[in-house]
């Protein structure tokens, strides 16, 4: 019995710009549930974590922006994780800054001995305390997971790191700062920028990033950055960066992973309608969503 639980994490706390939380309501707009209900028997919809309003808050001693209450909600969404993969159900969170990562897999890393995941995006997301230059935690989610950062994110769930750099893939690079660069040679990530992506073509990409985790995970996460996508296709995110993946790039990138059964959990995040043009980004979220989960159109 196939099922899916979708769950929402309406969280800005990781970055300045307002209109973020409002990511899973748009994306639930978009026709998520009509979409989806023909590609599972079960379909349960878990309604968001609560984040509220709260005001920004700036660590002392740290700087990061809205530390201690990042890492409460975290908590409750990787527990909330954790309750789904017991249930058998496989978990999709809809965002929501890419913070929530940090809570995902918190929720995940424990389930798997050898996690793999796809990062799906124009950023990194490598960044830690030392090498932020903005204090934004939504550029920190992957270095956290690694196990490096502030000991509150790190930690979270009791256990770190939550995954391997050797099992990580990030795709669709373009925009990196100085220390994320340092930390994937550091550690030998394996990374496809918009070069690689260009100079190979989409399908190759995808062909390298399956052999590559297929051998050496026993599950796979989707973490899906909707501005790893061109803004001409995705303009609803918070930090658009020209010359990115394409809306057909990234179905065909769907579909791949579709075929070989091997994803186990995914994310959606940065979806913010306040920047979007009649609900575009959702729109295309659910579009990406319907390739992934196996839908074809004969």
Do not use: C
Not at 150 to 175: C, F, W
């Amino acid at each position: 019995m196939r099922k899916l639980a979708i769950l929402g994490m309406p969280m800005d706390l990781g970055q300045l710009r307002r209109g973020v939380d409002m990511g899973p309501s748009a994306i639930r707009y978009a026709e998520i549930f009509e979409k989806l209900k023909h590609l599972f028997d079960e379909i349960e919809d878990l309604g968001d974590i609560p984040v509220g309003r709260p005001e920004v808050k700036i660590d002392h001693e740290s700087k990061l922006r809205n530390l201690d209450l990042i890492a409460e909600k975290s908590l409750i969404l990787a527990e909330k994780v954790d309750k789904t993969i017991q249930s058998g159900a496989f978990p999709l969170i809809l965002g929501g800054d890419h913070s929530l990562s940090i809570g995902t897999l918190a929720g995940i890393g424990k389930h798997y001995k050898n996690l793999g995941v796809i990062w799906y995006d124009a950023h990194g997301d490598l960044n830690t305390t030392e090498t932020s230059p903005s204090g934004n935690i939504h550029g920190m989610p992957l270095a956290v997971s690694l196990g490096f950062g502030h000991e509150l994110l790190t930690k979270l769930g009791g256990y770190s790191p939550k995954i391997k750099p050797e099992n990580v893939v990030i795709i669709g690079a373009r925009d990196l700062d100085d220390g994320e660069k340092m930390l994937i040679k550091k550690l030998g990530i394996k990374v496809f920028t918009m070069h690689e992506i260009d100079r190979l073509g989409m399908a190759k990409v995808m062909d390298e990033t399956i052999t590559y985790l297929k051998g050496r995970t026993d599950g796979i996460h989707l973490s899906l950055d909707l501005d790893g996508l061109d803004p001409s296709d995705a303009p609803g995110v918070g930090t658009p960066v020209t010359g990115g993946i394409t809306y057909r790039e990234s179905n065909l990138a769907m579909e791949m992973l579709a075929e070989t059964n091997l994803i186990t959990s995914a994310e959606f995040v940065e979806v913010n309608p306040i920047l979007d043009e009649k609900n575009k980004t959702a729109i295309a979220a659910v579009a990406l969503m319907n390739s992934l989960f196996g839908d074809r159109l004969l």
